[in-house]
């Protein structure tokens, strides 16, 4: 088992900033792409960053320029560091990561139970 746990989130005014954590834990093989995805209310879980084992990242439209997604491969570890933050950022953020367990076990997606980011005055 697998298991993600996202901290860092909560209530920040716009052009303000957060820094997401996420750590991952439990029978890790290997990780090979880590990132966030959001839900905003009444909207679909949507991409926000996500950076693969080899240091290559991809980023949703909306946050290029504002967001940066690293990752520490020994904490097995993402962070997302949201600068200017705008309200249409509002959502929960959850981390999802792609994970082997074992050399003859395939690759599976694991999620964790999100975290608030509400940007408001």
């Known amino acids: 088992q697998v298991q993600l746990v996202e901290s860092g989130g909560g209530l920040v005014q716009p052009g303000g900033s957060l820094r997401l954590s996420c750590a991952a834990s439990?029978?890790?093989?290997?990780?090979?792409?880590i990132g966030w995805y959001r839900q905003a209310p009444g909207k679909q879980r949507e991409l926000v960053a996500i950076?693969?084992?080899?240091?290559?990242?991809n980023y949703a439209d909306s946050v290029k320029g504002r967001f940066t997604i690293s990752r520490d491969n020994a904490k097995n570890t993402v962070y997302l560091q949201m600068n200017s933050l705008k309200p249409e950022d509002t959502a929960v953020y959850y981390c999802?990561?792609?994970?082997?367990?074992?050399?003859?076990?395939?690759?599976?997606?694991?999620w964790g139970q999100g975290t608030q980011v509400t940007v408001s005055s």
């Open positions: 999802t990561a792609d994970v082997r367990t074992s050399v003859v076990i395939p690759t599976k997606d694991y």
């Open positions: 950076i693969r084992s080899v240091g290559s990242t």
């Open positions: 439990g029978s890790i093989f290997t990780i090979n792409a």
